[in-house]
């Protein structure tokens, strides 16, 4: 046979008899994500000047991945919208994921990706380049009630747009409405009398549905 039977069958059961929809994993998720081949040194993994670090990485530091093909490199997956982690694959256990952090997380307090780092980053060491970063969020979460500052260039509100549109957000709670009070010829209460509330029976799944009298015609006899 030209090509292997096994996809064959399984097209034609999902044909037949359909399939089931599964929530992804949280692998799942980390396996769709982009990949970088990367070298694990002492200090952690580098990515876009950014270098990212954790206890876990300490038995792959200066290590060969046993990947022939990338010269020995490790796989690491990233979020482009979030540059907060990546993800290695642990090569030498076979499967599994090492979460390694940024090590500037702490500059910046709220959620970036690629768009505002590449904006931010003029040349400048990578801690300057975090803290560049957290004023330009800063100014794209100042509102209109706030002082007035300096105008920002047309690049900082379009990169400050995205990120914020791109970033978690949550929404403000709604005020408490406020019920006028009732006036002398308006009562604060309906005076009406209330319609009577008549409960539904409860649904029989073993009863005979033929021997209700409800569902015959009022016009003809019940049968015996």
């Not at 979020?79 to 694959?89: E, L, S």
């Not at 990169?159 to 970033?167: H, P, Q």
């Not at 539904?200 to 006899?221: M, S, V």
Request: with cysteine; aromatic share 8%; hydrophobic share 40%.
């Amino acid at each position: 046979m030209a090509g292997h039977p096994v996809p064959a069958c399984r097209a034609a059961l999902v044909e037949a008899c359909g399939y089931v929809p599964v929530a992804l994993s949280g692998d799942d998720y980390v396996e769709l994500l982009p990949s970088l081949w990367r070298a694990v040194n002492d200090y952690g993994i580098k990515i876009k000047r950014r270098t990212y670090d954790s206890p876990a990485l300490a038995g792959l530091r200066r290590q060969h991945s046993g990947v022939r093909e990338k010269k020995g490199l490790w796989e690491v997956h990233h979020d482009p919208y979030d540059v907060a982690r990546i993800w290695v694959r642990d090569h030498h256990a076979g499967s599994g994921w090492i979460e390694a952090s940024w090590k500037h997380l702490h500059r910046v307090p709220v959620p970036f990706g690629e768009l505002a780092w590449d904006h931010a980053a003029q040349g400048l060491p990578e801690a300057e380049i975090a803290d560049a970063v957290a004023a330009l969020l800063a100014k794209a979460h100042t509102g209109p009630d706030r002082p007035a500052k300096p105008k920002r260039a047309a690049r900082d509100k379009r990169v400050a747009a995205r990120t914020r549109a791109s970033g978690p957000s949550t929404p403000a709670p709604a005020a408490p409405l406020k019920l006028a009070p009732a006036g002398p010829d308006e009562p604060g209460e309906d005076t009406e009398p209330l319609a009577e509330v008549i409960p539904l029976g409860l649904f029989n799944p073993l009863e005979d549905p033929w021997r209700r009298t409800c569902f015959l015609p009022a016009t003809y006899p019940t049968p015996p």
